[in-house]
């Protein structure tokens, strides 16, 4: 997550099968309680986050790729 | 040096290739037309590329971008274009994008006669677009000056990064006059300033010394950004006073700055002159020719003749008129330029001569009226 | 410029986070266009350096702001123009035309029909959002029939413009319509639409929370991207007969012109 | 030196033509400076067609762009001899086409040279159309204002290959006429 550029609309949280996101507590610099990958560990690395991301914030680097 | 017998459409035409013209965009207008069709002829021949398109909008708008795209670029139309044009010039000045209008002015308002002259947009040319600026505009009264003026309008665009428009008329279009055509290196032709720093250290509106900033163009690796809104030097959106300040007061002063640069005017005979005429355009033709006849005659009558209408060049006006008792200010049209000369000459009697004519003032409609005065 | 995110490389990242409200689709938009350039820049068909991108105004012309390409950001409807004065004079320029369908389809809707009749080799995205965004709401040529806006308060009484039915009414190679509810496909169409000459159309049928899910009764973006989601429709080879948007009902996504003929610079130019 | 040339007719009749000829003659061939400007009715054929020539040795003399009162004129047809004969110099010379003009105004004193151009074009070239060439021809022939060889360079030049010898052989019949 590069936190500062999300505005916390849910998109990613909305498409990701895995359930892996969440609207995290801690506000970023413009005010809004930036997503975090809370269960990261139930990731799969399809992207769909990524892609949905209106925000260039939260991108995807998959162990070994 | 080459002698050709040509018509003032032609001529403008002929000293855009000389210039180095190599994008042509436009939309069929009379009184203008020539223009385009001799280029469409012409400059495919010489590696340019000359395109009808929709509508005036889109014409300038794509001549916008070819000069982005490192090419000398101009259009050409006549009142009912260039009203459409004129939120597209205003992207031009904003922007610092070279580029040539030749504006045929005709006979209106609104369609008017197609075919017939007038001067009624001397001031629409200066202020139609919005926003605050200087505008560079020229006005030629023969064939030759149509040549010349178009080649100086040329290299002051691409010296200054400005829109310039060269201000004709119906019948300076089609009058054919000799012509004296010159090419360089007999006549000097100027280019844009390109960037002297490499892509991390350019800022595409970071001016020099002379408040021009240089222009890397696109394709060329510097990842320039045209901007329409208000920018700072890197050409980023700021919308504050400080920004909007230095930006409106630089695009103003490099114009005014360089004003030594552009300035353009002819006299005859101002200096024994107990009357002078001021008159630009084809007009100035009929003023020069009443003068000449009276001076015939023992009237002490001489003539300014501003080349560059705007910006006025004021010192010259002072100068020119200084020993005048009456100031006439003679154009084809209601009496509209007639202001600026009178906030000039503000303790000087300055009278108006208006003569709508939808061929040319004759000499002696000016005298009817100036011999009530003298 | 620190580059993280791995499109960053593509943006002017000291100008983030941009201007676009949250959950609005036009990031997801050029999210997917970054990665088709990036797609073939990796697969040597161009550089960087070699595309050119240039909008108009409204939210979606904001875009050129954060574009690490050469750009312009010009006046209200007409980025097609000046494009077209770009590709003629530099022809190795990859140009995109990014705007949305107040830009494309309402002022720029005349140079959009020319530009795709004479086959001119830009490839122009259209982010629908059905709807004036940055005015505050008002009423689009996209907007569905009924919709309230603030300049229809009492229901928008005209029909939608299809583009895609417009569009591929002309001379053109290539129209498409995307979703950003798939960015998969939009990215597939924008790579498609930079892989050949001629003129390109992509529609991406995007979302508006703010203004236009305001108006309709999804102010929440995830609320209105499943609404959005649950009327699409894709299709390998759609026909132009089921362009038709029929909001609440079925949209349909697919390529639904996809030609190879010679564009207007080959033809000015020679090959 | 500095002339004034009137040369007027009715559309259809080159009269736009002997003006282009002159002038690329006059300003490309003989170092003069040239002012033309040509008047036509778009509209309907056989309307008033007129070209204004100013021609000087001196580029200072080129004020007014028209003729105020012409030095030379040339008349194709009566329609348009009254209506700008006020333009002529009472002491003008005045060529006219005698077979579409028979009356010739009686208070001034124009010298007046005449012969019927387009019966004459039809009967020596056979095409009248060519017949504003041999009132060209008469012109210079008479008055000497430019070297008949700058004229039909002119000729060469501005009708193209197809026509120029049949416009020069109508030429050098007016220049002929009276010698």
Known sequence: MIVDRCKECGLCINVCPQKVLERGNEFNIYGYRYVSPKYIEKCVGCRLCEYICPDFAIYVEVDGL | MRLEYLTGNHAIAEAAIIAGLKFYAGYPITPSTEIFEYLASKLPTKGGVVLQFEDEIASINAVIGASWAGAKAMTATSGPGFSLMVEALSLAIMTETPLVLAYVMRAGPSTGIATKAGQYDVMQVRWAAHGNYELVVYAPWSVQECLDLTIKAFNVSEMLRVPVILLSDATLAHIWERVVIREPPEVSIVNRKKPKVPRDKYKPYEPEEDLVPPMACFGEGYRVLVESLTHDERGYYKATNEVQRRLVWRLVNKVLKNKHLISDSATYLVDDADYVLIAYGSTARSAYALIRELRSKGIKVGLYRPKLLWPLDEEMLINSTIKAKKVFVVENNVGVYVREISRVLRNKEVISIPIIDIEVPTPDEIFEVMKEWI | ??????????????????????????????????????????????????????????????????????????????????????????????????????????????????????????????????????????????????????????????????????????????????????????????????????????????????????????????????????????????????????????????????????GFIKLLYGS | MRYELLIAGRGGQGILLIGRVLGVAASKYSNLYVTCSESYVAETRGGDSRADLIISNNEEELDFIKVRKADIAIFMHQAQLVKFSSLVKSNGTVYVDETYVSELPSNVGWRVLRASYTKLAEREIGNIRVANMVALGHLIGTTKLINPEAVEMAIDEVVGEEWSELNKKAFRLGLNIGV
């Open chain 3, 1 to 262: 410029m620190d580059i993280i995110h791995p499109l960053d490389r593509y943006l002017r990242t000291d100008r983030l986070p941009h201007i676009w409200c949250p959950g609005c689709g036009i990031g997801i938009v050029i999210s997917a266009m970054l990665r088709a350039i990036d797609r073939h820049i990796s697969e040597g068909h161009f550089t960087q350096d070699d595309v050119a991108t240039v909008s108009g105004i409204g939210c979606t012309a904001r875009a050129t702001l954060y574009l690490n390409f050469d750009s312009a950001h010009v006046i209200h409807g007409r980025a097609i123009p000046f494009a077209i004065g770009l590709k003629v004079i530099k022809p190795n320029l990859k140009v995109i035309v990014i705007g949305g369908d107040g830009d494309i389809a309402a002022i720029g809707g005349n140079h959009l029909l020319h530009s795709a009749r004479r086959n001119m080799d830009i490839t122009v995205i259209m982010v629908n959002n059905m709807v004036y965004g940055m005015t505050g709401g008002q009423v689009a040529p996209t907007t569905p029939m009924k919709v309230y806006t603030t300049t229809t308060p009492y229901g928008n009484l005209e029909y939608p413009l299809n583009l895609i039915k417009l569009v591929s009414s002309l001379n053109t190679n290539y129209v498409a319509r995307a979703s950003v509810t798939h960015p998969h496909l939009i990215e597939r169409y924008i790579y498609n639409a930079l892989s050949r000459d001629g003129f390109s159309f992509i529609e991406v049928i995007s979302i508006c929370p703010e203004v236009f899910g305001r108006h309709i009764g999804f102010r929440n973006p995830v609320e209105l991207f499943n609404k959005l989601k649950s009327m699409i429709k894709f299709k390998a080879k759609p026909s132009i007969d089921e362009s038709d948007i029929v909001w609440g009902k079925e949209i349909v996504l697919g390529e639904y012109v996809n030609e190879y003929k010679s």
